[in-house]
């Protein structure tokens, strides 16, 4: 293939997934600025406020993205039934996602309200610990509500429909501004909670959201064809089974990742206030950064997922690579802007002198890695597409649990780096993710790529596989057609 043709490929599968993407990346950003407006509002308050934030977002987050990640299966399940034209299949998954949604949600509830142990055990300050608990204790009344709106996010992004889920986005941001206006500060009545009353206000708009997001599934025309909730059904072992099944290995897998920065995050903190607030800062900008290429993962997994439910596997790996290559594009402008201007950004969330100074430090070093973790989170979307989940939970589990952790631990606090030692393990395990998860795409799109001739096939096989090698769709139209 000439590189002219290649580039016309990766310029055209690109218009694609921003076109899908795109709404979902604005989704993102509008989530992301919502733990951007807690950690501001934070500030605002007290540095120990902002730490304290900080502290509790990092025992809560990877309990909720590991229950995030199980559901999040739901868009290549969906995607594939989609592209076989399997409407009322998908209606099945929804019904046995909220069934599984609320499985979940007791004992991560549970966990949320005794973690308070850890953290006296880890050795914090009093008022950072009272402060933390109580905010854990808010945000986890937001369970239900964020797993029931995720199980029908994911399905409107299988069926190419991700325009609702952005709007959504923005009703909740707007709102979450003015709970924390009120409850944060005290306003109209209400005491002054601090970093606390965030999480009531999230809580509060999380479950309003699931609300407003069931209301619209079962009254748009568009989706009673599907028969959502229109017949009740008992858990299926059968679709549990398979959700778990690619499920489970998603959610370690971004355990695996989320545990890396959460437990550098605790680590951060035994040394002092002023370095957890300088963390706090510098890892909120570098995740808004990386809601673009999150975003565009998603875009990524439902375009694989319904060009393999079609038949087309070469589609899928050029899909697949153009998507990674996008996402590296974008993760490298944003590591310039965070090289170029650390104070101006910084300077959105503090004034503090001393957090500042730490925070420009890490700044710089978050611009090392925005480079691997577009790459890393571009080949899991298109791993996801594949249904392919198993290996890239082992390949995360080594980067970030065998190596990037202990690294940290060993230069950030056996051998005195501090905080720039333990974000440099963070770098290491990124940067090892993001070379493997792209191998393994390489590999398996490979093998199903490959002449029949080497796949010593049985003739059955090898006349399903060449039957869908012949199928044709013009799934571009339908892409277009199907988002609003």
Not at 79 to 104: D, I, T
Not at 376 to 402: C, E, F, H, I, W
Not at 469 to 479: P, Q
Request: with cysteine.
């Amino acid at each position: 293939m000439s590189s002219t043709s290649r580039r016309q490929k990766f310029l055209h599968e690109s218009a694609s997934i921003l076109r899908l993407g795109l709404p979902v990346v604005a989704a993102n950003l509008l989530l992301i600025s919502m733990t951007f407006t807690d950690t501001v509002m934070a500030g605002q308050i007290s540095p120990t406020h902002l730490a304290a934030l900080a502290i509790a977002s990092s025992l809560w987050h990877p309990i909720l993205l590991f229950a995030l990640g199980i559901l999040t299966t739901l868009v290549p399940i969906v995607a594939q039934l989609h592209g076989e034209g399997k409407n009322e299949s998908m209606g099945e998954y929804v019904l046995q996602g909220f069934w599984l949604s609320a499985a979940l949600c007791v004992p991560a509830i549970v966990l949320l309200h005794n973690l308070e142990p850890i953290m006296s055990l880890i050795g914090y300050e009093s008022e950072v610990i009272r402060i933390s608990t109580g905010y854990l204790k808010a945000i986890s009344t937001a369970l239900p509500g964020i797993l029931l709106y995720s199980v029908l996010q994911h399905f409107n992004e299988g069926i190419v429909l991700t325009r609702p889920n952005m709007y959504f986005h923005v009703v909740g941001l707007g709102l979450n501004i003015l709970g924390n206006y009120t409850f944060m500060f005290g306003h109209f009545g209400f005491p002054a909670m601090g970093a606390v009353g965030a999480g009531w206000a999230s809580s509060l708009v999380w479950n309003a959201m699931a609300v407003v997001m069931l209301v619209f599934c079962l009254r748009f025309p568009r989706f009673r064809k599907y028969h959502l909730l229109q017949r009740f059904q008992w858990p299926s072992i059968s679709h549990l089974r398979e959700i778990l099944q690619i499920g489970l290995p998603t959610g370690f897998a971004t355990m695996a990742e989320t545990g890396l920065f959460a437990i550098v995050a605790l680590m951060v903190g035994m040394l002092g206030v002023t370095s957890m607030a300088a963390h706090s800062v510098a890892v909120n900008i570098a995740s808004i950064s990386f809601m673009i290429p999150w975003g565009l993962s998603t875009a990524i997994t439902t375009r694989v997922g319904f060009a393999i439910g079609r038949g087309e596997p070469e589609k899928a790996r050029c899909i697949g690579f153009s998507g990674v290559l996008l996402c590296g594009i974008v993760m490298f402008g944003m590591a310039i802007v965070m090289a170029a201007i650390p104070e101006t950004l910084i300077s959105i969330y503090t004034d503090n002198s001393a957090v500042t100074t730490v925070a420009v430090q890490l700044l710089f070093m978050a611009a090392l890695f925005q480079l691997s973790d577009g790459l890393q989170v571009g080949a899991l979307g298109a791993l996801r597409g594949l249904k392919d989940t198993r290996v890239p939970m082992l390949v995360n589990l080594l980067s970030y649990s065998v190596l990037g952790l202990p690294i940290a631990y060993l230069l950030g606090l056996q051998w005195g780096y501090g905080v720039i030692g333990l974000w440099t393990g963070m770098i290491v395990g990124l940067t090892v993710a993001a070379f493997l998860h792209n191998l393994r795409f390489h590999q398996l799109t490979r093998r199903m790529n490959a002449p029949l001739a080497t796949l010593n096939l049985p003739a059955s096989a090898e006349q399903k596989h060449t039957a869908a090698m012949l199928k044709t769709t013009n799934e571009d139209a339908i892409t277009d057609r199907l988002s609003l």
